[in-house]
Structure formats: C-alpha cells, structure tokens
C-alpha cells in the first residue's frame, strides 16, 4: 500500500532562470492547447456536420464524437517508446505536424467516412501531445515550481477549448433562433460554417511546430542516455551550475548503465512498479470517469434537455469554456501551495454533491438558469482539482527509467476510459435518462474519492528522484 506521507520538500534548490523556463514549459504546453483546440471543436460543430452528413442514429453520433480517441490510443501508446527512442522533443514536433495536416483534412472532407479517418489520424496527435507536454514540463521544471509549470499544461488546454468555443459561436452567431434542421443542412453554417471550425486548427498547430525547434531535448531524458554533459548545460541554462551539478548527480542515482537500454513494457509489472503504476491508472481513469467529458462533448444534449436553443446552447458552451478557464487559474497558483491531495480531494467530492444536484433538477423538470449554474459549477470545480492535477500527478510519480513507457500506459488507460465515456453517454442518456446519467457519475465519484483517500501521496516540493525513492524503492 501506497502511504500517505507528509510532504518533505527537496534540499536541491534552483537558482531559476524564470524567463527561460516559463519560455520553455510554455512551447511545450502548445501541445495542451492543440490537444483541448481539436478535443472540443467537434462539440460546436457537431450540430452542423450531423446534419450534413445525415447522421441519424446513437451509435452514429457516438461514433462521429468519440472516433478521435482510436487514434488518442495509438499515439498514448507509441508516445513511451518512440519518446524514449527518439527523444521527447522530435515526437512533440510530429505531433505538431500531424495537428496542422489533419485540421485542413477535417475541413475538407466530402463524406462521412473521409470526416471519420482524418479525425482519428488527428486523434494520434491528441494521444502523443496528452502524454509528452506534461512528461516533458515536469523533466525540465525545478521542484518548486514543477506542479504549477505542469499545470500550465492543463492551463493551455482550457485556453484551446475556450478559443475553440468562441470561434464556434462567433462563425455561427447569426443562425436564426429555431432555425429547422432542413434550414441548418442547406445554409453556409451546414454546408461551410463547420468546415471553418476544423480548418481554423492549422494556424496554432503551425505556430506549435515552430515553436518546438527552439527548445531544447529534455535533460533527463540525455542523462538517461549518458549524454551528461548537453543534460548538465540544459539544467545549468535553468537553475544554474551549482544545481545542475547536483540534479544530473541525483538524476545519475536513480539509473544505471544497464537501465538506458529500451524499456519493455513487461518491466512495468515489476512488484516495486506495480503500485505505482496502478495508482497512476485508476487518477488517469478517475480523470475521465468523473464525466466532465461529456459536458464539453455533448453539451447540446444537456443544455436542450435543460429547455435552451440551439443558439443560447452555443452561447453557454462559451460560458462554460470561461468558466473553466477562471477555475484553471485557482490551480495553477494553489497547487505547489495547497498541495497535490487537498485540491484533489476537494474535486472528488465537490463532483459528487454537484451531480447529485443536477440529477434531482433533471428528475423534477427544473430547467434554465438552475441546470445551467449547477453545470458551471461543475465545471469550475474539476478546473481547479481534478483537470491539472491527475496530469502533474501522473508526471512525477513514475521513476526515470520508466517514465516513458508508464506515462503512455496510464494516458493510454485514459483515453480508453475516455472513449467508454463519451461512446456511451448518449446510449446511458437513452437509458437512463439525464437524471439517471448524472447520478451514475456521482457515484463514480463517490468511488474516486475513497480511493484518492486512501491511496495517493503528497508530492508537493520534492524532486521526482526524490519521488521515486519513497514509492518505489
């Protein structure tokens, strides 16, 4: 069993160069900002490209919103090899290249099924991009600073869905208020408005690709594969001589000469690995589970079902993307003050209380402003916890040797979890009805919560070297 354990700060303190590192940690985090751009864009545009390619059925519309993940699990599950073969910098650059082709693509398709390839080759972006931003800000952050550089991450994110989102309003604001869906299919906003939508990615992603050829490889990963000195200048460019003397010395002792050859992924089933790998699994599934999702996804869905049209849903979907935004904030300057646990306790638990609320307004037909502030409020509360923590958390808690290939199990368990999701929710929806959903969450929760309680660390403070030897050695 995992402990409980206090945090006990790092001695290894950095010198920071504070303009260089945020530089850095922010190019890197570009990769959020793509990722949370393409994940939600198809929630705006999905009531325009439904019509226009006739999309009729559940299994239709789950498939056309959850197919992008396909391709999230391939690029989760090569991003722990290929990075730690080719470095994390050269991946994140395909990532990059791969955003800007398939948005183009996106926008161009003339069928359904043309739409569905091209979204899940962008999909392996959203899967390189989810594993390797944060892997990457954590292998060069100093620990002080580490869970909020991390959390800009999640910060980039956020901005992505709401940029996206204001983009999807502003290109359809002028629709007609209870425009047909006959009127919708045949006008520009059925028949080019979307396209705009999916096309408008290419412009970040370019910006992204640029970006990356100005940073450098990630310093644990050259020390991992004795390239001691370019790791030493990269950490002395950082935190300054003194510490990267230290931190490549640190990094030293938790390797050997033996552990820079390829990972295998059985070597994650190793007893001493497989704590931590269960731990760092079940926070990227809770992530998913808790249905958070499912708001940014099918936010038409629970905004009709709550009494709104299709033009005050696109307004709200904004809202909801500032919310998140506000909340995002909360994070990043709590979480190496509060700590890692606390924020996501409260988020756990927040949900539970939140969803129980909403479940009860959709069973007694309360609609409007009720549902609308009860949705806000559990957006602003999963901003602030379970959103950029479970990323730093996932981060830091696998040991160096590992880190690639652990990072790609546990982000590629979440994006499965992820398709379980937003695949079933319209069939749950169906089923169960709004009411019956939300509480199903509640209870998920429920579970995550007791489970965070009893299983997850402070890591706040600590060096991941010094991470590693209290959960794993």
Known sequence: MITNTTSTPTHLKADCNYGYVWLISSVAAMGGLLFGWDWVVIGGAKPFFQRYFDLTTEAQIGWANSCALIGCLVG???AGTLSDRFGRKRLLILAALIFAVTSVGNALAHN?????VWRMVGGVAIGLASSLSPMYIAEVAPAQMRGKLVSLNQLTIVVGILLA???????VRKLPPGATDEFIKNSWFGQQGWRWMFGLTAA??????????????????????GRTEQARRILGRIGGESYANAAVAEIQSTISS???????????????????MVLGVVLAVFQQWCGINVIFNYAEEIFRAAGYDISSVLKNIAWTGSVNLVFTFVALFTVDRLGRRPLMLFGAG???LIYLAM???YA???????VLLLVLASIGCYAMSLAPVTWVVISEIFPNRIRGAAMSVAVTALWIACFLLTYTFPILNARLGSAGTFWLYAAICGAGLLFIGWKLPETKGKTLEQIEKELVD
């Open 204 to 225: 970040p992603s370019l910006v992204f690709l640029l970006g990356m050829f100005l940073v450098p490889e990630s310093p644990r990963w050259l020390a991992k594969f």
């Open 258 to 276: 033996e552990e820079t050859q390829r990972v295998r992924f059985k070597d994650l089933l190793d007893p001493r690995m497989r704590k931590v």
């Open 364 to 370: 007694n037909g309360v609609k409007g402003l009720p």
């Open 350 to 352: 927040g949900l539970v």
């Open 359 to 361: 479940g009860l307004c």
């Open 76 to 78: 989760s599950l090569v």
């Open 112 to 116: 359904f099924t043309v739409f569905i």
């Open 165 to 171: 989102q204001v983009i999807n309003w502003y290109l």
